[in-house]
């Protein structure tokens, strides 16, 4: 499966911006991690096919929204209420193997090529 990515860039704190992944083929699992700089790579949020079961990251939670295009293979993720610390690149990842540890980078088999945001303050 072979996934591209849109949107990023740079945003002043407090704004907004939509970052989108859509896949070539049907996925189970589709969502984002991001690596801020120094740190290690984390989760930030996924959708499943079928049904439409969301998960987050606890620091991104109430500011960010997954949802997804069903018949289109996209997910897209809004950021609200962007704050400097969500300065990352940010990696569109998915899967089509049922999995329920949704939050390990190593359930994923594809892998978008990563995006920037920054967040000024």
């Known amino acids: 499966v072979q996934l591209q990515a849109s949107g990023g860039g740079l945003v002043q704190a407090g704004e907004s911006m939509r970052l989108s992944c859509t896949a070539s083929?049907?996925?189970?699992?589709m969502g984002w991690f991001r690596r801020a700089p120094g740190k290690e790579r984390e989760f930030v949020s996924v959708?499943?096919?079928?049904?439409?079961?969301?998960m987050y990251a606890e620091s991104i939670k109430g500011r960010f929204t997954i949802s997804k295009d069903k018949d289109e293979n996209t997910a897209h993720l809004q950021m609200n209420n962007l704050k400097p610390e969500d300065t990352a690149v940010y990696y569109c990842?998915?899967?089509?193997?049922?999995?329920?540890?949704?939050?390990?980078?190593?359930?994923?088999?594809?892998w978008g090529q990563g995006t920037l945001v920054t967040v000024s303050s």
């Open positions: 083929s049907a996925v189970y699992i």
């Open positions: 959708v499943t096919w079928p049904g439409s079961t969301t």
């Open positions: 990842a998915a899967t089509r193997q049922i999995s329920t540890i949704w939050y390990s980078p190593r359930e994923y088999d594809s």
